[in-house]
Every structure is written in C-alpha cells, then in structure tokens.
T-cell receptor, first 112, second 112 residues
Framework: EAGVTQFPSHSVIEKGQTVTLRCDPISGHDNLYWYRRVMGKEIKFLLHFVKESKQDESGMPNNRFLAERTGGTYSTLKVQPAELEDSGVYFC??????????FGPGTRLTVT | QKEVEQDPGPLSVPEGAIVSLNCTYSNSAFQYFMWYRQYSRKGPELLMYTYSSGNKEDGRFTAQVDKSSKYISLFIRDSQPSDSATYLCAMSGVTSYDKVIFGPGTSLSVIP
C-alpha cells in the first residue's frame, strides 16, 4: 500500500512569489491534515479535511494560505504571496479514523 | 507555558541500554497520547498510541500514561543503532476531530 506522498520535496522561492504544495493521501483515508514545522519549533497543526470539507482550519496563519481538497482525494496548499516567515517543512498526514495519522515525507519550503 | 513539554536532548546511549523518553502536558482534556519516530529528512512515523491512563507494549517499546501527573513516557528496551532518531510525543482530545498537539521532540543516538 502506497503511503502519503508530497510534492515537491523541496521548494526555494523568493519573497512575494506563489508556491503550491501537493499531498496525495493514502487511498481511502477520509481525513487529511496539513502541519508545519518551522526551524527549532514543534510541528503545528494547520488544518483538517474530512473528505472535501474543511473540518478545522484554525491553525492557518493568515489569509495568504489557501488549502483545497479536490473530490476528497489529493490536497493542495497554496501560499500567496510568500513571506520569509513561511519557511519551514510542511507535512501532510492522512488517517482513516482521525486518531492514527500517517505522515508524508514533507515539503521543505525556503523563502528568500 | 507550552501545552506539551519535552526535553530536546540530545540523548546518547550505548547499544542495548534501556531508553526512557518523557513528556509533560498542561491540558487535562487530552485523552489520546501518541509517540512518533522521525528519522532525518523523513516524516514522523507513528509508533504507538494509547487512550487515557495505563501502559501499552509493542515489542521493545512500552508507552505509559499517568494522567494524574500529566506525564507520559516511552521506554525502549534493548536499544539498537537503528533506533537513533527524533522521538515526538503528541496528544489530542477525546474526539477524532480534536487537534493533535506535538512536543518539540527528543533527539536520540544509540551508539554501537
């Protein structure tokens, strides 16, 4: 069974540019999460989809971040325009139940 | 005060030692407690999760939860060099829709 995949693995962009991160969850997992880890800090929740609906987006830092989940399958997280403080590792996780979450390898975003 | 505290280490032990990793937390609403292992440049991997207080054992790993003290532990018996990684505790509330809160992680090195 394929795990959670994320693309790209690494992205370097300039301040003010737009970046879109993609996550493909494990097939059949209705729950999809986005998390972020900035340097030296703990992993922090961004938002939670159940199928195509946003269950909780209370962790989204501001309106420069937009997440979508098309047809309850893959999800994208767009940052527009990117700021320096957006640099970090963005993780996606999926879960069949909400308790055990399976993480992808992460996308390392560097904003210069 | 952070919701979840964890000694970042690094912790270095000889192969075969018993390792004890710990977290404290402040939110008494937490009911689910998880331990993740993260290798460098990889996503977190769920090792174990427990509900409420008590112990859970899986092979060389034992998780303990003491809700009265707001303290959780992960014990690794007969530690191996392949156990060298960062260990993250995480916890959430009673429903599957509650956010998961992560500790900052403890870096462990098992020396052959």
């Amino acid at each position: 069974e394929a795990g959670v995949t994320q693309f790209p693995s690494h992205s370097v962009i300039e301040k003010g540019q737009t970046v879109t991160l993609r996550c493909d969850p494990i097939s059949g997992h209705d729950n999809l999460y986005w998390y972020r880890r900035v340097m030296g800090k703990e992993i922090k929740f961004l938002l939670h989809f159940v199928k195509e609906s946003k269950q909780d987006e209370s962790g989204m830092p501001n309106n420069r971040f937009l997440a979508e989940r098309t047809g309850g399958t893959y999800s994208t997280l767009k940052v527009q325009p990117a700021e320096l403080e957006d640099s970090g590792v963005y993780f996606c996780a999926s879960s069949p139940t909400g308790y055990e979450q399976y993480f992808g390898p992460g996308t390392r975003l560097t904003v210069t | 005060q952070k919701e979840v505290e964890q000694d970042p280490g690094p912790l270095s032990v000889p192969e075969g030692a018993i390792v004890s990793l710990n977290c404290t937390y402040s939110n008494s609403a937490f009911q689910y407690f998880m331990w993740y292992r993260q290798y460098s440049r990889k996503g977190p991997e769920l090792l174990m999760y427990t509900y409420s207080s008590g112990n859970k054992e899986d092979g060389r790993f034992t998780a303990q939860v003491d809700k009265s003290s707001k303290y959780i532990s992960l014990f690794i018996r007969d530690s191996q060099p392949s156990d060298s990684a960062t260990y993250l505790c995480a916890m959430s509330g009673v429903t599957s829709y509650d956010k998961v809160i992560f500790g900052p992680g403890t870096s462990l090195s098992v020396i052959p």
